[in-house]
Nanobody, 123 residues
Framework: QVQLVESGGGLVQAGGSLRLSCAAS????????VGWFRQAQGKEREFVAA???????YYADSAKGRFTISRDTAKNMVYLQMNSLKPEDTAVFYC?????????????????WGQGTQVTVSS
């Protein structure tokens, strides 16, 4: 069983930065793949970034060059550094974790989800 708690969301101006954090419970968390997804109001949940348990990273085209996913396995933490934020990045951001993930961009690949943290980017 894994529990995930996100933090770090907030209101930021366009061009600014935020770092989201995801605190995970579970002694075997280091063996899980992790991902960040977001859901804007009225839209479907979409993939942002993922990291496999071996350290491989994957990004949505909208995140490439602006967002960086990282993890600290000793602290059971996952991070999403977001730079050059745009108003279209406004959404609730979710942290997710799962095992044996074949397609990291697919929400159904993840068994565990956090409650989400709101990110609002003003123009």
């Amino acid at each position: 069983q894994v529990q995930l708690v996100e933090s770090g969301g907030g209101l930021v101006q366009a061009g600014g930065s935020l770092r989201l954090s995801c605190a995970a419970s579970g002694r075997t968390f280091s063996s899980y793949g992790v991902g960040w997804f977001r859901q804007a109001q009225g839209k479907e949940r979409e993939f942002v970034a993922a990291m496999s348990w071996t350290g491989g990273t994957y990004y949505a085209d909208s995140a490439k060059g602006r967002f960086t996913i990282s993890r600290d396995t000793a602290k059971n933490m996952v991070y999403l550094q977001m730079n050059s934020l745009k108003p279209e990045d406004t959404a609730v951001f979710y942290c997710a974790a799962g095992r044996s993930i074949v397609v990291p961009a697919t929400p159904s690949a993840y068994a565990y989800w956090g409650q989400g943290t709101q990110v609002t980017v003003s123009s």
